[in-house]
């Protein structure tokens, strides 16, 4: 049984990874930092290649060369600072990777092996479009699907703070924000999931592009409410699968708006 370092002294038949958990993580440490408005390319980077898809038309796979295909906007006058030529924008609006590009460069690096399906948690006009109970039918239809995913989402719900894993898993009650821990600045944001901990109450394992982060527990509400974002602008869920499970994956999300979102970046 896989047992990563980020979940030392866990009990693991509380643990589900989802895919090849494994490879991916070891894809994950080899990314190093993530550079700046870089945060979807970061997670479909080590993703790609830790399913098998390391070079692309003579490229290595990473951050760099994802943004490149997924047309990421970076700020005006830096685009020197990156590998490939990067598109870029005066308004902050505008910065980092849209979903549709974020699609498009798995899709093409893959060439069709893999496919994303869209899963749009809120709309800008309706509102979110998922509850507790409807995130709950994801998360067993993207386990048992087998599917990596991206999450698109506000990071003013997620928490942080010293020994963060630790204390939330020595608690299965409400967490105490005054035990060293609080919510984080907010942002736009892109991480990717390694799988959840099921306890009285369900963790997601999430991979921060940041490395100050690390790999990290997140509760489900904090995860729920950060794919509602409350900041004006839509969010989801990159589900990346591949082709011959995308039907089934499809078939079990027929209730969900699986459609592509609009973050404020575009392609």
């Not at 409410?225 to 999300?253: M, Q, T």
Request: proline share 3%.
């Amino acid at each position: 049984m896989y047992r990563p370092w980020y979940l030392e002294g866990l009990t693991y038949d509380s643990v589900t990874f989802l895919g090849e958990a494994k490879a991916v993580d070891e894809e994950y440490l080899m990314e190093g930092e993530q550079k700046e408005n870089l945060c979807g390319p970061f997670a479909a980077a080590y993703i790609l290649r830790g399913l098998g898809y390391r070079h692309h038309n003579g490229n290595f796979v990473d951050q760099e060369y994802v943004a490149y295909l997924a047309r990421t906007r970076v700020n005006a006058g830096e685009k020197g600072l990156y590998k490939y030529p990067l598109f870029e924008t005066s308004s902050p609006a505008e910065l980092g990777t849209s979903a549709v590009g974020l699609k498009y460069a798995v899709e093409t690096i893959s060439e069709g092996g893999l496919a994303v399906i869209p899963v749009k948690t809120v709309d800008r006009s309706v509102g979110p479009l998922i509850d507790e109970d409807r995130l709950q039918e994801l998360v067993k239809a993207f386990t048992e699907e087998n599917a990596q995913l991206i999450l698109n989402l506000n990071t003013k719900h997620l928490l942080e703070g010293p020994d963060l894993n630790r204390k939330l898993l020595s608690c299965d009650c409400d967490v105490d924000l005054r035990n060293g821990l609080k919510k984080r600045e907010g942002v736009g944001h892109f991480v990717s999931c390694a799988g959840f901990v099921r306890r009285v109450k369900t963790f997601f394992i999430i991979r921060e592009t940041y490395k100050k982060f690390g790999v990290q527990l997140q509760p489900f509400d904090s995860i729920l409410e950060g794919l509602k974002r409350g900041d004006g602008r839509e969010g989801g869920i990159l589900a990346i699968i591949k082709k011959e499970g995308k039907n089934s994956l499809i078939g079990r999300l027929q209730s969900f708006e699986l459609s592509l979102w609009d973050n404020g970046s575009p392609f």
